[in-house]
């Protein structure tokens, strides 16, 4: 009788465990679905609602910042009628995205857009210097093979910005309107459209065969197109350094400070660009003094002695902003009649300066993907052709958001000895010369965006800090540091790698989507 009791107990506690399971994977789903639809309306539900005079667009874009622009002129050049949306058109003032890597130019090269760099007084940017513990490297872009106007720039982002406006606007079939999109509208599953509000407060829709979504880091539209899974590791501190010349002219500066880097760049002819990385979410408090003590006590002994006068006025005068640094692996719903671009859909820490770069080259991708259709309105067969977009723009983005999710924790300081020794492996690496910093640099330039020369690279310095550990008398301590720092390095880079998908990555021409031809009508 009490086995019986015993096991009628056993039993009802699976069969309870089991209820509860279903219930919970029911209620995640319904999360999702209702995270997905609720940036999402259905075209019938906004009948009678006023509608834009978009005069029969193509494509709309939402959001005209450095991707939404740099497409708006793209395809208007093609020939296509574009109905842009942008938040504000006013000149945006950020401190990031002010430093566009030389693969970034040669994509502006290739969409025509060269001169948006021009009158803006941008810097030519020619490599990098390293900073450490009182030591210093040079790393200059390999650009022997390129053009010899092949090189970085740097310049305020708003300036930038409103010069590919003005471009994207010189076309007669771009329109850019201010307006605020709160919805998608949507259609037996198809994106028709957009619902927005204008600057003076009326509620218009707008209906095209493609809306593309471009409204940015903060983009309230991305949960019904992707799965963004968005990580903060840290936020930048940005100060601009006036009147001052940095150790090495037209170089962008990393310094390998503790807790973890500072970056200088120069923005305009008088002007340099630092940011600070604060790890974590929280930065100390502007408004109390607390963040101008800590960049006077805990930053300015750690910035080269030449800049340590204007890092001490820039901080004195007060003009101290702050931002968080997200990044987020692309993670797309395909949907007919739809597609996220720029940070909205893809992101990476800023340390390298590649979210340009990445962008440009997915506009290129794009652009190569739509140049042979005339019509865009079979919307299911559109997305499926589109699918391949997601596969052709792996190699590029791939490699510059690992290497900068990387580089980042590489390059943070840490009390474990084996990330201690990691670190300092790279910057001894890199200080060799030759293919041991060219080959990093033309990966972290755009030149040359191959994956796999990036794991090459990677696991290369960590057999090179094991070899200093090892020689030149090995000991039980330094050989197990040697095995934490393999094992830290595989940690840092693996679960990168799988987050942008090891397939896609390496093994492209492997996906079935790599090979969509072009609808045939």
């Known amino acids: 009788m009490a086995d019986q009791f015993v096991w009628g107990w056993i039993l ?3 069969v309870a465990l089991v209820a509860l399971f279903g219930m919970a994977v029911r209620k995640r789903k319904r999360d999702g679905i209702s995270r997905r639809t609720e940036c999402v309306k259905s075209v019938s539900a906004i009948t009678g609602e006023c509608r834009s005079d978009n005069g029969g667009a193509d494509v709309i874009i939402v959001g005209a910042g450095v991707a939404g622009a740099a497409l708006a002129h793209t395809l208007g050049k093609d020939g296509r009628q574009v109905h842009v949306i942008e938040r504000d058109l006013t000149e945006p003032d950020r401190i990031v995205g002010e430093l566009l890597q030389p693969g970034g130019y040669l994509k502006l090269l290739e969409l025509g857009l060269e001169d948006c760099v021009e009158e803006i007084d941008a810097q030519r940017v020619y490599g990098y210097a390293l900073f450490k513990d009182g030591k210093h490297t040079r790393l200059s872009y390999p650009s022997e093979k390129f053009h010899s106007d092949v090189s970085g720039r740097s310049f305020h982002n708003g300036r930038f910005i409103q010069r590919m406006r003005e471009k994207a606007v010189s076309l007669p079939n771009v329109r850019l309107e201010q307006g605020t999109v709160t919805t998608l509208l949507e259609e037996k599953g198809t994106i028709k459209g957009v619902q927005y509000k204008t600057k003076d407060g009326k509620e218009l829709t707008a209906f095209a065969p493609l809306t593309v979504v471009c409204d940015g880091c903060f983009s309230n539209l991305r949960r019904s197109l992707c799965n963004p899974k968005v990580d903060v590791p840290s936020c930048f501190v940005g100060l601009v350094l006036e009147n001052c010349q940095l150790p090495y002219a037209n170089h962008g500066h990393v310094i390998l400070a503790d807790p973890s880097p500072i970056l200088l760049y120069p923005i305009s002819s008088t002007e340099v660009r630092c940011l600070v990385d604060v790890p974590g979410q929280k930065v100390p408090s502007i408004a109390g003094g607390e963040m101008a003590n800590y960049l006077k006590t805990v930053v300015a002994p750690q910035v080269p002695p030449e800049l340590y006068d204007s890092f001490i006025a820039a901080v004195d005068k007060g003009n101290i902003r702050t931002m968080p640094n997200r990044s987020m692996p692309a993670a797309p719903y395909p949907t007919p009649g739809a597609l996220l671009m720029g940070d909205a859909f893809n992101m990476r820490h800023p340390l390298t300066g590649g979210g340009m770069t990445v962008a440009l080259s997915d506009i290129v991708v794009l652009r190569d993907l739509l140049r042979p259709l005339r019509d865009l309105s079979d919307a299911p067969t559109l997305c499926r052709y589109l699918e391949s977009f997601y596969t052709l723009r792996k190699p590029v983005a791939s490699t510059i958001n690992t290497l900068a999710g990387a580089l980042y924790k590489v390059f943070c ?7 201690k020794e990691m670190r300092q492996a790279c910057f001894d690496y890199l200080s060799l010369g030759g293919i041991f910093s060219t080959g990093p640099v033309s990966l972290l330039s755009g030149l040359n965006p191959r994956p796999l ?69």
Do not use: C, N
């Not at 300081?413 to 990330?419: H, Y």
């Not at 940690?491 to 072009?518: H, L, N, S």
């Open 12 to 14: 009802s506690s699976l």
């Open 413 to 419: 300081a840490s009390p474990d000895q084996a990330r």
């Open 453 to 521: 020369s990036l794991v090459l690279h990677f696991f290369a310095v960590a057999i090179y800090g094991v070899g200093r550990l090892l020689l030149p008398f090995p000991s039980p301590k330094r050989i197990w540091i040697g095995a934490r720092l393999i094992s830290g390095a595989s940690a840092i880079i693996f679960p990168i790698i799988k987050a942008e998908g090891v397939r896609q990555m390496f093994f492209p021409v492997t996906v079935p989507a790599y090979y969509r031809a072009p609808p045939v009508k």
